[in-house]
Structure formats: C-alpha cells, structure tokens
C-alpha cells in the first residue's frame, strides 16, 4: 500500500518533524487501518463510548467528525506558513471550533432527531484529541493535499470503529439495527450494553479479542518459520 | 442548600463525569499508571474546572446571551486560556509535577470534561454558585474515579497477567466494572 512520493520533483518542505512522503491512497489507508485513531491510537474515547449506543449515532458522529477532520486540516495546511509558532495551539483551536460550530449546525437542521441524541457531544468533538493531534502532527507540516487526504482516511476510520462498536451494541442491548428489530419477539435484549459500563466493556472485549488474533498470527508464523 | 448538596452529589457519584458520562477518558486512560500522577492530575483538573465555571457563568451572563452561536468558540478560547495560566503557575512552583504530568497538563485543553462542564452548567441554567458547586463535584468525581482506576492499575502492573491482557483491552474491563459499581447510585436519582 505504501507507493513511493510521485511529488519529489518540487522542493522538499524544510518542516522539523515533518512526516515522510507517502502518496495520497497511503495517506488515507494509514487512518484506517495502521494508525486507526479508536482501536490503535486510543484517541477520541469520549465521544466512541458516549455515542456508539445505538448505529445511527455512532454513524453521525463518525461523519461529523469526518468533516471536521477535513475542514480543520485544509486550514490548518493552508496557513501553515503564517500561524506563529506560540499561538499555534490556539489557532488550531479556533479553527477546530469554527467547524465544529458549522457542523452542529448542519446536523441541527437536517437531522435535529440524531442531533438532540448526540446533545453536548456534538459541540465536545472540539475537545476530541484527536483534531488537534492531527493538526499539530500532521496537517501543519505537509501540502495541502495530503492534510485533506490524512483527515478523510482519520475521519474514515473513525467512523468505521464507531460503527462497527454501535452496530455491536445495539444488537446486543437492543436487538434491532437502525431501528429495525432483527430478532424474534422471544429476544431478551442484553441492557447492559447500552448503559454506560457496556461502552467499556463493549470496547475493552474487541480489544481483547484483537490482541488475541496478533498472538495467534505471531505464534503461527513462528511455527512457519 | 439541599439543591446545592444535591448538585454536588449528583456530580460526584451518580452522574461520575468519567465513568458515567464519558468526559475526561484520555486522561483517564492515559495517565492513571501511578496513583501519584493521577490524583494531582485530577487536582489540577479541578482546579480548572472551577476557573472554567467562573468564566462560563460570566460569558453566558453578559455576553453569549446576544450571541448563542460562538458558545463553542468561545468557551474554548477561554479553556485554552485557563490552562495555559494553570500550566505556567504549576512549572513555576510545582517543576516536578510539571515533568511528571508532561504532555497532559497542556492536553487538560481538549480534555472534553472542562468544556462538558461549561456546556451542561448552560443547559441546566446554573447560578454562580451552584456552577461553582457543580464544578467542586465534577472536579472531586474525576479525581476519584482517575484515583480508582490507578491503584488497580498499580496491582496489575505486578500481577502475572496473559500476553493479551497486558495492553489496553483489560483496562477498558476493569473500567467498565468501576462504571458498573458507580451505576449503582443510579437509585438515588438524576440530577435536577
């Protein structure tokens, strides 16, 4: 997945720390997959527990911070050359939360049933680490292309965790997808995965059994070898 | 004043900013490997929070009252603000802390618990005081709950645990049974 940068021929940006070059498609897959931000990073866990109870929520966070993700990174990118090196953390800030706003108001007006659900979690992807770990490592060094594709594929794996923990909870804590009832009258709905502690653990057994398939792969690729 | 000890309450145990409402979980999960750390953490969380409650209840008083839309923006603003002033004082009289803490004393910013207390302390229409009450308890259960999950933590750390456990999965476990406990004091009610 990782092709080499087709963009060497223009001047290398002098950026401390910058990230190495990668193509566009390796920028995006990154955010999904190896540096997925829920399941590998750790970051965002507050709006993932507090939201995924349910599919359409976990969806519509997912994509609203998606867009925040790009919005903020095309900013940040674009004026990655005028921010001042002291008051950078505040811009970023202000611009996160310039989107943030925009996107409150968006869902507010198009989905105002999903945006009462979300409530204070809607405004508090401000305070989501990570927006301004994105920005701070990653869209403020590199073009502006690569900022907009590294917050799509974030954005993008964002959503697919959110998803895949709400979809998981839901048909456990409620026996319906999206509303819709899967099972039999005769299901009892397993509550304790829509309450609070269902989050945790909810994530906490993914984790587990993900950890459990890289020690398997490892021991049998020992064994291969 | 029974409101007031109720808010109180209500914040520390039975609506735990942590482990019932989410708010705060980098932290929470991030530096709660010493007990040591996570208490003064959680301290000076605290003492944010109630920096925040000030300015919130000023802002909301006399300025977002005309201006409903920049609420985000500007208890941000106002956050980042806190921190920074909390971050100067405390590298000023307490340098160990300040190692100690490292990247998460500037990351109290986007620890969604200090904007999550400006924006319920508005939709729940607070006073002065009861803000300052409710951010005291906000700042307490947060303490508490970082406190908890350090000590277990200190125990597994010596604990012969299975390769899988050793990473995170088996601390959202362990959180998930402090929520579990916490959601016992659902009984007495939720928050007025």
Redesign the interface.
Same mark, same amino acid.
């Given at each position: 997945m990782t092709a080499v940068a087709v963009e060497t021929k223009e001047a290398p940006e002098s950026v401390p720390g910058a990230p190495p070059p990668a193509s566009v498609i390796a920028d995006i897959w990154r955010g999904i997959s190896r540096e997925n931000p829920v399941l590998v990073q750790f970051l965002g866990m507050c709006p993932t527990m507090a939201v995924t109870n349910m599919l359409a929520n976990g969806v519509a966070m997912g994509l609203a911070t998606t867009f925040v993700l790009v919005g903020s990174g095309l900013f940040v990118s674009l004026f990655r050359r005028y921010i001042p090196h002291e008051v950078r953390i505040t811009s970023y800030i202000l611009i996160i939360a310039t989107f943030v706003t925009l996107a409150d108001m968006l869902l507010a007006a198009t989905f105002p049933a999903i945006s009462k659900a979300l409530g204070p979690f809607m405004p508090l992807i401000v305070a989501n680490c990570l927006l301004l770990g994105r920005a701070e490592a990653f869209a403020a060094k590199v073009k502006v292309h690569r900022a907009v594709a590294d917050g799509f594929g974030m954005g993008m794996g964002f959503t697919l965790s959110l998803s895949l923990l709400s979809a998981l909870r839901e048909i456990l804590g409620r026996g319906t997808l999206l509303g819709h009832p899967l099972f039999g009258p005769r299901f009892e709905p397993w509550v304790f995965m829509v309450m609070p502690p269902g989050g945790f653990f909810a994530l906490g057994v993914a984790l587990l059994g993900l950890a459990t398939i890289i020690q398997w792969r490892k021991r049998r690729a020992g064994a291969a070898r | 004043m029974s409101n007031l000890a109720w808010i109180f309450v209500s914040t520390l145990l039975v609506n735990n900013f942590t482990?019932?409402?989410?708010?705060?979980?980098?932290s &929470? &999960?991030?530096v709660t490997a010493k007990i040591e750390t996570a208490w003064r953490l959680g301290l000076a969380n605290t003492f944010v929070l109630i920096l925040t409650a000030i300015f919130a209840w000023f802002l909301n008083t006399y300025i977002l009252a005309s201006a409903p &839309?920049?609420?985000?923006?500007a208890f941000?603003?106002v956050i980042?603000s806190a921190v920074q002033f909390v971050e100067m004082a405390v590298k000023k009289y307490l340098p160990v802390l300040f190692r100690q803490l490292g990247i998460y004393l500037?990351?109290i910013?986007?620890?969604?618990a200090?904007?999550?207390l400006a924006?319920?302390q508005t939709?729940r229409h607070y006073n002065l005081v009861e803000a300052l009450v409710f951010a005291l308890g906000a700042g307490f259960g947060l303490t508490l709950a970082l406190s908890l999950l350090a000590s277990i933590r200190e125990r597994i750390e010596v604990a012969d645990m299975p390769?899988?456990?050793r990473?995170?999965?088996?601390?959202?476990?362990i959180?998930?049974?402090l929520?579990?406990a916490f959601?016992g004091f659902a009984g007495m009610g939720s928050a007025p």
């Open positions: - | 482990l019932v409402m989410f708010l705060g979980l980098c &929470f &999960f991030g &839309f920049l609420r985000t923006v941000i603003v980042a500037p990351l910013t986007t620890n969604c200090i904007l999550g924006l319920f939709s390769v899988i456990a990473r995170m999965g088996l601390v959202l476990v959180a998930s049974s929520s579990m959601m």
